[in-house]
């Protein structure tokens, strides 16, 4: 299908993209998100609640972030200009806290004076327990007792900024058992809490929610290319685990089909090593955390536990509105492996001084791996989604230094 | 008559109420699964809900889930549920099973394969827990097509309107979710189920079962006061884990029997 042809206007009513997407959860959570899904559609349409978020995403974010032209590391590579998007340079040093100060506010809205969290290595989980210090919410946070311990930093961060955090003993014990955590507590205290999902999956209207708080990314890049490089982008470049940073920088240049789309997903130790992250690129149609998306699994239809040595992107789901992108073929998506993505955190660190994401840096290893296929003139943008501050201890083990 | 309606309309007429425990099939191994159907039976089930386990139980609470992992960590899958559900049936043609579950497992098997599947097999309903009527209609149908019955959950927070929907998709019975949270959760509100009930019951056409909050016969028996119906699993899967596996059908039984005794003396 010619998708570019058409206007994209997705989710339907029902929150599906195509086939995927939907409201696949138990009767108990129906009404609450039946409320969310009314509240969020009124907010959407309000002039003085888009005003409120743009102002925090200005003044308490530091929005815009800018965009950084590589050109040290573009020369090396021999071939594209690769343009960086610095999401990293946001407060708390990621894309999450964007969507997090919208839901945060939507919340208020609502007169719900407690947010719960899932998280995985602990961002989402920071960025929530930020916003809710920033508007004197109650804030609890799942986390898997496997994550709590290997990162006892970002745990010590959300105490810090008033947070709970629960660890939870379940399953594998990581971010998916956080997030089955998280449901079970929205569907017993409904009445006085907001459940801030990190990405773009989950029951509707998370994905189309989380993507409209996230695509200030790419409406800020739309205006920040042309200025800079005197044009749009041949392609745009994101890493995919959920899927939020590439959902927010893809939306605005969908109707853009001479601008490729290219989401980049973690290969961990190879595609045939079955310890990988890769569900667009090897997993297969399922029903998982409240939608039908790509979903690793086993033949019986068990979501199966997943590897990447960045925790963002560590989740055997995806964005459904990814599925579809895939499906439609509006965006391609590609695999890097750990190796890859350590050798483009440690070139970033070493050419361009800036200590990326290890989620990101599988983003910049396609860039590097595409880059010298193309003429010099070609623009690459990648979506810079986070900082690697938080790394500092699986990137140090991976290369057999210990603090 | 299906065999769900035909187990209603006798109790009906005993002026009994049903009586539906669920164990997770697999849990604590596949080898006691039948032993423990058995088990239910011999403590005065009328219909028995079996769970298929699955990696994610979302709606479930801790118990449900040890259920589910320590029947995945013996390799339990639809398949072998649908197994276990023949070899049940060749020596009991008449009480009806239900399986409940999540979507994906039943994604994963076929919709067309497992519904031509679990009625070769003998399975009488179905309810798949994360599938709300706006996203089965096609799944309903097929079920129906088999002669198996879709089954909804009705919660405290449903609308008037979520009736009728369920209404219109659903047969068999109507499962009313009698607290908000997750199964195995304490805080039932005996007096809203009262209120509830004869509502539901009213609008839906349907007998309706209450389930998720009942751990005692005591309990039990007020909700067989105002329902058609009482579900107990969490209550039942503690019984299988404390203690040993092989004296595990003995305690069920037991547990059965003392809820049952105590529900037909109260019922009407």
């Known amino acids: ?403 | 008559m299906s065999r769900i309606q035909t187990t209603f309309a006798a109790l009906a007429t005993q002026g009994r109420k049903a009586l539906i425990p669920f164990i997770t099939a697999g849990d604590p191994h596949p080898d006691l699964s039948l032993p423990l159907m058995r088990a239910l039976v011999a403590g005065g089930a009328d219909i028995i809900e079996l769970g298929v386990p699955f990696s994610d139980p979302m709606a479930d609470g801790p118990t449900i889930q040890r259920a589910s992992e320590r029947a995945l960590a013996h390799g339990m899958s639809l398949r072998r549920v649908l197994g276990l559900v023949s070899e049940f049936r060749r020596e009991n043609a008449t009480t009806p099973v239900v399986l409940m579950g999540y979507a994906n497992p039943v994604e994963s098997y076929g919709v067309e394969a497992f519904a031509r599947d679990a009625r070769e097999a003998g399975v009488d309903g179905v309810l798949v827990v994360d599938y709300p009527p706006e996203e089965c209609a096609s799944f309903a149908a097929t079920m129906k097509a088999a002669d198996i019955d879709p089954i909804f959950l009705l919660a405290p927070t449903s609308t008037e309107q979520r009736y009728a929907e369920v209404a219109q998709i659903g047969s068999g019975y109507i499962y009313y979710v009698s607290l908000k949270g997750v199964t195995g959760s304490g805080s039932l509100d005996l007096d809203e189920v009262a209120q509830r009930i004869p509502l539901i019951r009213q609008q839906v056409g349907m007998p309706v079962g209450v389930g998720f909050g009942i751990r005692d016969a005591a309990t039990a028996a007020r909700i067989a006061a105002v329902a058609d119906a009482v579900v107990i699993g969490s209550r039942l899967i503690e019984e299988i884990e404390n203690g040993d596996a092989e004296s595990a059908t003995e305690r069920v039984t037991t547990f059965l029997a003392g809820v049952r005794t105590v529900m037909d003396g109260e019922a009407p």
């Open chain 1, 1 to 403: 299908m010619q998708m570019q042809d058409l206007p994209y206007n997705l989710p339907d009513a029902g929150g599906h993209f195509g086939p995927y997407g939907g409201v696949f959860v138990a009767e108990t959570l129906m009404p609450a998100l039946a409320e969310l899904r009314e509240a969020y559609s009124s907010a959407r349409a309000d002039p003085e609640f888009k005003a409120e978020f743009a102002y925090e995403l200005k003044h308490y974010v530091g929005r815009p972030s800018p965009i950084y032209h590589a050109k040290r590391w573009s020369d090396l590579l021999g071939g594209a200009q690769i343009y960086l998007k610095r999401e990293d340079l946001n407060h708390t040093g990621a894309h999450k806290i964007n969507n997090c100060i919208g839901q945060a506010l939507l919340a208020r809205r609502m007169g719900k004076p407690r947010v719960i969290a899932e998280t995985g290595a602990g961002q989402h989980g920071v960025a929530t327990a930020t916003v809710a210090a920033r508007y004197g919410m109650e804030c609890v946070v799942y986390m898997g007792s496997e994550d709590v311990k290997r990162q006892a930093a970002n745990v010590y961060r959300m105490k810090l900024l008033g947070a709970t955090v629960v660890p939870v003993e379940s399953g594998s014990k990581t971010l998916k058992d956080a997030l089955n955590e998280a449901m079970r507590d929205w569907v017993t205290h409904i009445g006085n809490t907001f459940y801030i999902i990190g990405t773009v999956a989950g029951p509707h209207p998370y994905p189309m929610m989380v993507r409209d708080f996230q695509t200030v990314i790419g409406e800020e890049c739309k205006l920040q290319m042309p200025e800079l490089a005197a044009r749009q982008p041949d392609a745009v470049i994101a890493c995919v685990g959920g899927g939020s940073n590439a959902m927010g920088i893809f939306y605005p240049y969908i109707p853009f089909a001479e601008v490729k789309l290219i989401g980049v997903e973690a290969a961990g130790h190879g595609l045939n090593s079955g310890k990988h992250s890769a569900s667009l690129t090897a997993g297969r149609s399922g029903v998982l955390h409240g939608n039908r998306t790509y979903l690793l699994q086993d033949e019986n239809g068990q979501v199966t536990e997943t590897h990447s040595i960045s925790a963002g992107l560590d989740y055997p789901g995806v964005g459904p509105e990814h599925a579809w992108l895939k499906d439609s073929g509006r965006a391609e998506y590609v695999t890097i492996t750990d190796d890859e993505a350590l050798q483009a955190f440690h070139d970033l660190c070493r050419l361009e001084g800036i200590i990326p994401a290890l989620e990101s840096s599988h983003a910049l290893a396609y860039a590097a791996r595409l880059a010298p296929t193309l003429a010099r003139d070609k623009l690459l943008l990648v979506n810079l989604s986070g900082r690697g501050d938080k790394d500092m201890h699986t990137v140090a083990e991976a290369s057999g230094i210990q603090f």
